[in-house]
C-alpha cells in the first residue's frame, strides 16, 4: 500500500518560478510524490448545461429544489451540488431556460467560483494556508476583456441576484475567479467529461514544456496522485507541463500566455527544431531538401526561413500562426468523425495532403498519426486480424514515431507512453505470428520475437495501472496486465 502522507518535496521561493517545488530525496521513476484533494472543483467555463452532480450532457433535466441542472434525484442531493442548491434555492435564482442545449452557457460560469467561496467559508484555516498565497496575475486580468464580463455574470450575480453581498465582496470573488483561471487543471469527470478542480500543492509546481513529473486523478473523490515520470536528484525542481505535450512551440507559448500570465522560455521552447523532435518543423516548397525554422522561437513575430544555403525562402511568425490555424480547424474535424472506416481513410488523405508543408513529425501530422495508431486494428473493415502486414506496418511505424517523440518532450512513464506501447504490442504480435503461419519462421524464432510484445504490454501495464481502475487507460492496464500474462502462458506450451 502507497502511504497517502507521503510528501517527498519542499516548497521554495525563487524570483523566476515564485513559489515551485522540489524533490526532497532521490525519485525513482514512477515514484509517488504526493497526493492532494481539490479545494473545489466544477464545471469549466464555457460550458454547455450539464449536470451539477455528475457533470453529464443535460436537457431540460433540473433540480426540484433549486431549478439548475441535474440529471436525477441523485445528483440532486449530491454533496457536490449541494452548496449552491442552498444559495440558488434561498436566494430564487433558477437556471434560465436556453434554447440550444449543446451550446456553451455562461450561467454555469458563476458555479465552480461559488464552490470556491462556499469552500473557504467551510475551511478557513486551509484557505488561509493554501489558497491565500496563489496567483492570481489581478492587474494582468484586468486589462482583459473577460474582467468585466467575469465581473457582471460571476460578481454581480453572486454578490447581487444570489444574495451573497454580506459573506463574499466583488473583489473576492474576482480574485476566486483569477485562482481558477491561474491554478485550476482540467480533470476527467466520473462520466468521462472534462471539468476542472484546484489542487494546491499540484499548483505550486512550476511549468516546463518538458516536464517530469505526472498527476493522475482517482474519480471516486478527485483525489490526484503526483508521481516522478523519470528519476529526479534530490533538490531537483518537479516540473508539470501546463499545455499540451504534442503542440508545437507557437501553440503552446500563445496558450500560456493567455491561460497562465507568462511566456515560457524552457530549452524546449527555446530550440527552433524542438529538440530535435521537429514538432514545429515545416518542409520547404521552394526548395529539395531545405526544412523552414524560426529564427527566434521566443519571439512570436520572428520570421522563419529555410535551412538551405541556397534557398531565399522566407515567411512571417504572423503566417506561420494562421496556416497552423487554418490545418488545426481541419484535424479538429477529423477529431469529430466516429471511429469508422471513413476515420482512417480520411485521416490518411489529409496527412497526404500536407505532406510537403509539413515535417513527416510536426505537431499536426503526428495527431494524425496518433488518431491512425489507435484506429488501426479497432474498427470496421479494419479489425486487427484481418489487417495486411502492410497496415500492421503503419500501426507499428505510427506508435513508435509517436514514442521517439515522447522519449525526449515528455520522458519517462506517462500515459501517453502505457497507451502507445500499448497499441504497439498488437502489430508486433500479429507480423510475428503471421510470419509463422506462413511457415517463414521456426517456432523457436517465433518464441524469440514474441519477448518484444510481452515487454512492451509489461511496461504498458506498469505505466498505466497507477491510474484509476475505471478510467480508459486503467482499463487498459488491465488489459494489458491479462494479455501479457496469456502470451507467457502460451509460450510455455510450446
Ligand atoms: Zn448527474
Ligand atoms: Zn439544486
Ligand atoms: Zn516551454
Ligand atoms: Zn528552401
Known amino acids: 500500500m502507497e502511504n497517502n502522507l507521503v510528501a517527498h518535496y519542499d516548497v ?22 504526493f497526493t492532494d484533494t481539490p479545494f473545489a472543483f466544477g464545471p469549466k467555463p464555457d460550458s454547455p448545461p450539464l449536470c451539477l452532480g455528475c457533470y453529464n450532457p443535460v436537457e431540460k433535466a433540473l433540480c426540484s429544489r433549486c431549478g439548475w441542472p441535474v440529471c436525477g434525484a441523485e445528483c440532486e442531493t449530491s454533496a457536490a451540488h449541494a452548496g449552491e442548491c442552498e444559495v440558488f434555492s434561498k436566494a430564487k435564482v433558477r437556471f434560465q431556460p436556453v434554447e440550444d442545449w449543446t451550446a456553451s452557457a455562461p450561467q454555469l460560469d458563476c458555479i465552480t467560483p461559488l464552490r470556491l467561496l462556499l469552500a473557504k ?53 474576482q480574485r476566486v475567479c483569477g485562482i481558477l483561471e491561474v491554478n485550476a487543471v482540467e480533470i476527467p469527470s466520473r462520466g468521462g ?54 503542440s508545437p512551440t507557437l501553440v503552446r507559448r500563445q496558450h500560456l500566455l493567455e491561460s497562465k500570465f507568462f511566456s515560457c522560455a524552457c530549452a524546449r521552447c527555446a530550440d527552433p527544431t524542438e529538440l530535435g523532435t521537429h514538432l514545429s518543423t515545416l518542409k520547404c516548397t521552394k526548395c529539395d531538401n531545405g ?32 496556416m497552423l490555424g487554418v490545418v488545426q480547424a481541419e484535424v479538429d474535424q477529423l ?51 484481418e489487417l495486411p502486414d502492410l497496415m500492421l506496418e503503419r500501426k507499428a511505424e505510427f506508435c513508435r514515431l509517436l514514442l521517439s517523440t ?32 506462413a511457415g517463414l519462421i521456426t517456432p523457436e524464432k517465433l518464441k524469440e520475437r514474441l519477448q518484444e510484445p ?6 504498458a501495464a506498469r505505466i498505466l495501472m497507477r491510474e484509476d481502475p475505471q478510467s480508459p487507460e486503467g482499463i487498459t492496464g488491465q488489459i494489458a496486465q491479462q494479455s501479457m500474462e496469456q502470451l507467457k502462458a502460451s509460450l510455455e506450451c510450446f
Open 12 to 33: 521554495l521561493q525563487n524570483e523566476k518560478y515564485g513559489r515551485y517545488l522540489v524533490a526532497n530525496k532521490d525519485l525513482e521513476s514512477g515514484e509517488l510524490i
Open 121 to 173: 467559508e467551510k475551511d478557513p484555516e486551509r484557505w488561509q494556508r493554501e489558497l491565500e498565497p496563489m496567483e492570481t496575475h489581478t492587474e494582468a486580468r484586468r486589462e482583459r476583456p473577460t474582467w468585466s464580463v467575469d465581473q457582471v455574470n460571476i460578481a454581480d450575480f453572486l454578490v447581487d441576484h444570489c444574495k451573497l453581498g454580506s459573506k463574499f465582496d466583488r473583489e473576492l470573488v
Open 193 to 246: 467529461f472534462s471539468i476542472r478542480a484546484v489542487y494546491p500543492k499540484l499548483a505550486i509546481a512550476a511549468h516546463s514544456c518538458v516536464p517530469n513529473i505526472v498527476h493522475s486523478i482517482f474519480q471516486d473523490d478527485y483525489m490526484v496522485k503526483v508521481r516522478s515520470a523519470v528519476t529526479i536528484n534530490s533538490g531537483s525542481p518537479l516540473h508539470l507541463s501546463y499545455t499540451h505535450a504534442l
Open 291 to 322: 526544412v523552414i525554422l524560426s529564427t527566434d522561437p521566443l519571439d512570436n513575430e520572428a520570421v522563419w526561413k529555410c535551412t538551405e544555403k541556397n534557398c531565399e525562402f522566407r515567411t512571417s511568425g504572423a503566417a506561420v500562426s494562421k
Open 335 to 385: 477529431d469529430m468523425l466516429e471511429p469508422g472506416p471513413q476515420a482512417i481513410e480520411q485521416r490518411e488523405a489529409t496527412i497526404k495532403k500536407y505532406k510537403s508543408v509539413f515535417h513527416p513529425r510536426h505537431s499536426l501530422q503526428l495527431s494524425m498519426k496518433q488518431a491512425l495508431a489507435q484506429l488501426y486494428g479497432r474498427v470496421e473493415g479494419y479489425s486487427i486480424d
Open 406 to 437: 515522447l522519449d525526449v518532450i515528455t520522458p519517462g512513464d506517462t500515459r501517453l507512453r502505457g497507451m502507445m506501447l500499448y497499441e504497439l504490442h498488437a502489430p508486433v504480435m500479429f507480423m510475428a505470428r503471421n510470419e509463422f503461419s
Open 454 to 459: 510481452i515487454q512492451l504490454l509489461t511496461d
